[in-house]
């Protein structure tokens, strides 16, 4: 089975904090996504990553930058948090040659106080 | 671009009856299409797709979901619900034709609640 796993299931920072969340998967996909979830907006794209040092913004990248140095690690960084920044992310990964059919990870609850 | 309208936000079914949960699209072509579930406070899982052939698609736990092209939807469904079921569900749109359609759109999802 594919497993894709995040650094933190919840996660409490201060306003001004840089914070990382970590992606990891063990299935030798290609593409990685960071996403945020909020109530009645659903999922909104982040930051997308199609190889190692590549990536493309979503649709709502301000605030937010990413790293990805391996393929199978995907990094989403906060770089100075906000309130508005507090939400559930959520980390999926994909091949690149059987369609876009993406696997989640658990995800992270992140509150910035 | 493409868009996901799913047009419910909640719905309450009683345990054993039928379900379906609507799902809207916009794209011109035949579309990559997905439904996700997730459980409260976890990641999203995969029902099922469809890609291409066989307009009728099954998934797992006992779902399925049918492709109208005419009507650009693609309702999921469930002959007789279980209390599990209840959760949020997902419709997703292969989206992004300059990356190969590797993103994907997602609805804003429907509450299901189920009642004893």
């Known amino acids: 089975d594919v497993k894709v796993t995040q650094s933190s299931r919840y996660l409490v920072k201060r306003t001004g904090e840089k914070v990382f969340l970590e992606c990891v998967q063990d299935m030798d996909h290609e593409n990685m996504f960071w996403y945020r979830q909020d109530p009645g907006l659903g999922l909104r794209l982040i930051y997308f990553?199609?190889?190692?040092?590549?990536?493309e913004k979503g649709d709502i990248p301000e605030g937010y930058s990413v790293s990805r140095e391996k393929k199978e690690r995907f990094s989403l960084i906060l770089e100075s948090a906000s309130t508005n920044q507090t939400s559930m992310y959520l980390c999926a990964s994909s091949f690149q040659t059987s369609g876009p059919e993406q696997y989640f990870g658990p995800g992270t609850r992140l509150t910035v106080t | 671009a493409q868009s996901v309208t799913q047009p419910d936000i909640h719905i309450t079914v009683s345990e054993g009856a039928s379900l379906e949960l609507r799902c809207n699209y916009s794209?011109?072509?035949?579309?990559?299409l997905f439904w996700y579930v997730q459980s409260p406070g976890q990641g999203l899982q995969l029902l099922l797709k469809y890609f291409s052939g066989d307009t009728l698609v099954q998934g797992i736990k006992g779902f399925e979901a049918e492709f109208k092209r005419s009507q650009s939807s693609f309702n999921l469904r469930k002959p007789s619900v279980h209390w599990s079921d209840a959760a949020e569900y997902f419709c997703?749109?292969?989206?992004?034709?300059?990356?190969?359609?590797?993103?994907?759109?997602f609805g804003t999802g429907t509450r299901l609640l189920v009642s004893p």
């Open positions: 794209y011109g072509a035949t579309p990559y």
């Open positions: 997703a749109v292969g989206a992004g034709v300059n990356t190969g359609f590797q993103k994907l759109v």
């Open positions: 990553s199609y190889d190692v040092k590549m990536k």
